[in-house]
């Protein structure tokens, strides 16, 4: 599908309509704002393939696992991001022939998504079995000046004849998710309402209780006029609608705003649920769609002064990386330390729209470098609040003492699962929550959050790790035994190297964390120690198993091995595929995936990007060319540290197709998988591919370093970066680099180990 959105530095572009990339398109166009989201789906009736889709940050349901057999620990559950209530529908009966884009012919169609202002755009005309033609155009968005609030235009134009038509506006919680194990629904109605002019539905979810008011207001005018008309109230279960008959004359446009409410228990009473809706559509309605969206529009604005990154020279790069910031600024906004990022955010269902370990390892540097410091603190506070619940998961497992094994997938810090090679054996996320908590204290030099809330979290994390190794007679070193690395085309291994070296990192960590903890508030210290039951002995056994950990390699090589038993393995390259054979995640079964040498996603090279400076340049350079050519990308994770480290090695036709492929992963659909949402957790990776890739940012003894170049393919690139309190400007051209400082006290930056200070919105140049 690549290419079939058409180029546009600020646009997602789709012309013509074609059936069999509607879904896709769906996800690529997707809106959202941090409270809730919506595919793409089409206002008015469509019968061809769709993926429903419209979702409440923070509600979910624990549906219950499909496999057949049960063993102790095992999630009884997988949490789901459910498909809620739906309020954007506009369905059009002229002469009781539907509107349906699967059974009409399709004219001039066009969809457009603004990532400037964040509206979904389309148009088309559609021609009736008898020869009517209408045209439509509808706009959208969900407001992020008012997280509770979505506004549509849709607008009627009869092109050839004068009938009468009949609108269906309504609200349906009858919805289901297509993922539910076991095709059963999953909200019940609470109570509903029709009025004329206003309708709305409360719906609870089975077992969690959710409640969700979901209202809905509209208007028909013409002319400036509202448009004389006869309705109908419909109730059904779930569901109250307006049937709303009116005149259609030829040529004369009709507008129909309809003004939606979506608001949760999450954050009102549920007694007071659906008078608090009724106020925020009367809010709604007064203020006017063009109001709202001015609004709207002017957040956007803010937030693209925040994150853009200008890339000139390629419109193809500049419209992925706009697509990504745009994904991600509006599926997180940091304000409500209860939510994190799902994989596929507010865009599709897959991954149960659970928290994962991406949060951690990529998206936390984005919201660092692009928004207030609370916001990624946020995300810290999120695994914090959780920390009871992982000690629980770890002692569901047989672990003790206060051991936290955080979980592989939840909403609420339960593990919710159901594979067991990832369950169980992908514990590596443990050590990414505590790279985390180490990265944002670099970042921000905020060292008190170690006071507050790090340390705790470390010290659960590092409990895990000591219990989770063993002592291998026969090696004489400490050992750890079936797990399943960020690769899962490997599982149950034995000594995944990245796996041995981040626990040790951590259990190195923990005790330098616990020294400034003791040094700098020694009543907390002892308070935390107490309460937890700790004792000194804890840490010389951390520092036994750091000294003495096994790490497979190949010294021939000069290269770490991915587990035990990598070279059994046939080395064959990615080169030696056919595209026949691609991807293998779709064309192989999985043991014949499990044999091979191929790697689905970083893996030693993830523990070399986060762990750059323990190695000097060449160890780095013989393990990527080991092993990124037999790496197929096939997970949206991969790409991006590929990228960053082809950067630092010179490679940079590499580092360039690398970030093109995960800027561009979604939009032209490189995995054949983006009809089930987009990967909003790997397009942070995109971000990084810019400023840590091509930028060549670091952050070294509490100061930012940059070794920048620029791709043969651009003429010059820029990006704004907020740290500690400043906000600098970077602009690259193929000659110079330029640094201004925006705002903020004074502060000394780095280019190519080369000290500058950067005072009173001043600037510095630099020959590239």
């Not at 004068?162 to 609470?190: M, Q, R």
């Not at 370990?357 to 914090?384: I, K």
């Not at 170690?450 to 895990?464: D, Q, T």
């Not at 690259?732 to 330029?738: G, L």
């Amino acid at each position: 599908m690549k290419d079939y959105f058409k180029h546009h530095p600020w646009h997602i572009i789709e012309e013509g309509f074609n059936p069999h990339y509607n879904k896709i398109a769906e996800s690529v166009f997707s809106i959202g704002n941090g409270r809730m989201g919506q595919r793409a789906n089409f206002e008015e009736a469509y019968s061809g393939e769709s993926l429903q889709g419209s979702y409440v940050a923070g509600v979910y349901y624990p549906d219950k696992t499909r496999v057949g057999w049960w063993k102790n620990g095992y999630p009884e559950y997988f949490a789901k991001v459910l498909n809620a209530p739906s309020w954007i529908s506009v369905h059009v009966k002229i002469n009781d022939q539907q509107l349906d884009l699967a059974s009409t012919k399709v004219e001039n169609f066009k969809r457009i998504l603004d990532m400037q202002t964040g509206m979904l755009s389309r148009s088309f005309t559609a021609i009736f079995s008898d020869g009517k033609k209408v045209q439509v155009d509808a706009r959208r968005f969900c407001s992020l000046d008012n997280g509770e609030v979505g506004a549509i235009r849709y607008a009627i134009t009869p092109l050839n004849f004068s009938s009468s038509c009949t609108l269906s506006l309504f609200v349906d919680a009858d919805v289901k998710n297509t993922d539910s194990n076991y095709d059963e629904k999953f909200w019940d109605e609470v109570v509903k309402q029709a009025e004329e002019s206003e309708c709305v539905v409360v719906a609870q979810t089975r077992k969690t209780f959710f409640h969700v008011a979901t209202g809905m207001r509209y208007k028909i005018v013409s002319g400036g006029q509202e448009v004389p008309r006869h309705i109908e109230t419909e109730l059904r279960e779930k569901f109250a609608g307006n049937r709303v008959h009116i005149e259609l004359q030829e040529g004369k446009e009709v507008v129909i705003y309809k003004y939606a409410a979506v608001l949760s228990s999450e954050n009102h009473a549920k007694d007071d649920l659906l008078e608090d809706c009724r106020k925020v559509l009367s809010y709604a309605v007064s203020s006017g769609f063009e109001n709202l969206l001015e609004k709207h529009a002017k957040v956007w604005e803010h937030k693209w002064n925040e994150s853009d990154i200008t890339i000139d020279g390629d419109v193809a790069a500049q419209q992925g990386i706009r697509f990504n910031i745009f994904q991600l600024s509006q599926t997180y906004t940091g304000e409500d330390e209860r939510l994190n990022i799902g994989p596929k955010g507010f865009t599709g269902e897959k991954y149960g729209g659970s928290t994962y370990w991406d949060t951690e390892a990529y998206c936390l540097p984005f919201y660092l470098g692009t928004s207030e410091q609370h916001v990624a603190r946020n995300l810290l506070v999120y695994r914090y609040k959780h920390l009871q619940k992982a000690i629980e998961n770890a002692g569901k497992l047989g672990f003790r003492d206060g051991a936290a094994l955080y979980p592989m997938v939840t909403m609420n810090g339960e593990e919710c699962h159901n594979e067991w090679e990832i369950t169980f054996e992908e514990i590596h996320r443990n050590g990414a929550i505590a790279y985390a908590i180490y990265d944002y204290i670099r970042y921000t030099g905020d060292e008190d959050f170690l006071i507050e809330y790090g340390l705790e979290v470390l010290i659960g994390i590092s409990r895990f790790w000591a219990q989770r190794v063993n002592w291998s007679a026969e090696r004489q070193k400490f050992v750890m035994l079936g797990v399943t690395g960020p690769n899962e085309y490997e599982n149950n291994v034995n000594n995944n190297w990245y796996t041995n070296y981040i626990a040790c990192w951590t259990l190195k960590y923990t005790q330098d964390a616990m020294q400034y903890v003791k040094a700098k508030n020694t009543v907390a210290f002892s308070g935390l120690l107490k309460r937890l039951s700790f004792v000194e002995k804890e840490v010389s056994y951390w520092m036994e198993i750091v000294e003495g950990m096994y790490f497979p390699e190949d010294k021939s090589r000069g290269v770490f091995l991915q587990q035990d038993g990598f070279l059994d393995k046939e080395l064959l390259t990615v080169a030696d595929l056919g595209k026949e054979n691609r991807p293998i995640n779709q064309k192989w079964s999985w043991d014949r995936i499990l044999r091979s040498c191929f790697i689905k996603q970083a893996d030693v090279l993830q523990g070399l990007y986060f762990f750059e400076d323990h190695f000097d340049q060449d160890i780095i350079k013989r393990n990527f060319d080991f092993y990124e050519p037999m790496t197929v990308h096939e997970s949206s994770l991969s790409p991006c540290v590929h990228s960053i480290q082809a950067a630092l090695l010179g490679y940079k036709d590499k580092a360039y197709e690398m970030y093109l492929r995960t800027a561009r992963l979604d939009i032209d659909d490189y995995n054949n998988d983006t009809e089930d949402g987009c990967h909003i957790t790997s397009m942070a990776g995109t971000w990084l591919s810019v400023i840590k890739g091509f930028g060549g940012m670091r952050v070294k003894e509490g100061q930012l370093h940059f070794n920048p170049f620029i791709p043969d393919q651009w003429e010059s690139y820029s990006f704004r970066i907020e740290f500690r309190g400043r906000v600098l400007k970077i602009q690259v051209t193929t000659k110079e680099v330029k640094a201004t400082l925006l705002s903020g006290d004074a502060l000394t930056i780095n280019f190519k180990g080369k000290p500058y200070l950067l005072r009173d919105s001043g600037s510095i140049s630099e020959v590239l």
